[in-house]
T-cell receptor, first 115, second 113 residues
Framework: EAQVTQNPRYLITVTGKKLTVTCSQNMNHEYMSWYRQDPGLGLRQIYYSMNVEVTDKGDVPEGYKVSRKEKRNFPLILESPSPNQTSLYFC??????????????FGPGTRLTVT | AQSVTQLDSQVPVFEEAPVELRCNYSSSVSVYLFWYVQYPNQGLQLLLKYLSGSTLVESINGFEAEFNKSQTSFHLRKPSVHISDTAEYFCAVRGSSYDKVIFGPGTSLSVIP
């Protein structure tokens, strides 16, 4: 089954404690992206990756890091989480081939609370 | 810079009535346009998209959207809604020549029995 998986689904942590949210896709997609969803703001792109070892900032990259060492994985790293990073996070992937529909496939989400 | 506006944050509508969810965008380059739907406690899934060609696009569950380049709009319509259409709807824009994606703030559609 084609899917994007995220772990953990729920996480409560304290300010300053480093954490990683994993994202994996099994569709051989070149493009992967992280979003945060906040009430009234919709989804805002944090970082995206066009392919292995190629990443770029989205609209809200401050306080986050990413890496793309393998095509299927795109972890999101919070080196020193703060309460304003409490949010619902989504990972997504899509094909970048010219014949594709550019549709993004979303993971189930990770609800992060930073106290 | 690109931006997406969804003017209605909440739209209540009676079952079997028609509905229109508005989306306007701004961009200096050619774009691809998408509508995604998010059912309660779920991730997003694609509803329909415009890449090129016919400006009227349809989904399998009765929604349609029309790309209007002059008005920079991509409004979503359905002639008769069902209870199961209750969800959050997001309009999104992606440049045809680059990979950054911009989402609108979303419209919460509530279908009233």
């Amino acid at each position: 089954e084609a899917q994007v998986t995220q772990n953990p689904r729920y996480l409560i942590t304290v300010t300053g404690k480093k954490l990683t949210v994993t994202c994996s896709q099994n569709m051989n997609h070149e493009y992967m992206s992280w979003y945060r969803q906040d009430p009234g703001l919709g989804l805002r792109q944090i970082y995206y990756s066009m392919n292995v070892e190629v990443t770029d900032k989205g609209d809200v990259p401050e306080g986050y890091k990413v890496s793309r060492k393998e095509k299927r994985n795109f972890p999101l790293i919070l080196e020193s989480p703060s309460p304003n990073q409490t949010s619902l996070y989504f990972c997504a992937s899509s094909s970048r081939r010219a014949s594709s529909s550019y549709e993004q496939y979303f993971g189930p989400g990770t609800r992060l609370t930073v106290t | 810079a690109q931006s997406v506006t969804q003017l209605d944050s909440q739209v209540p509508v009676f079952e079997e009535a028609p509905v229109e969810l508005r989306c306007n965008y701004s961009s200096s380059v050619s774009v691809y346009l998408f509508w995604y739907v998010q059912y309660p406690n779920q991730g997003l899934q694609l509803l329909l998209k415009y890449l090129s060609g016919s400006t009227l696009v349809e989904s399998i569950n009765g929604f349609e959207a029309e790309f209007n380049k002059s008005q920079t709009s991509f409004h979503l319509r359905k002639p008769s809604v069902h209870i199961s259409d209750t969800a959050e709807y997001f309009c999104a824009v992606r440049g045809s020549s680059y990979d950054k994606v911009i989402f609108g703030p979303g419209t919460s559609l509530s279908v009233i029995p």
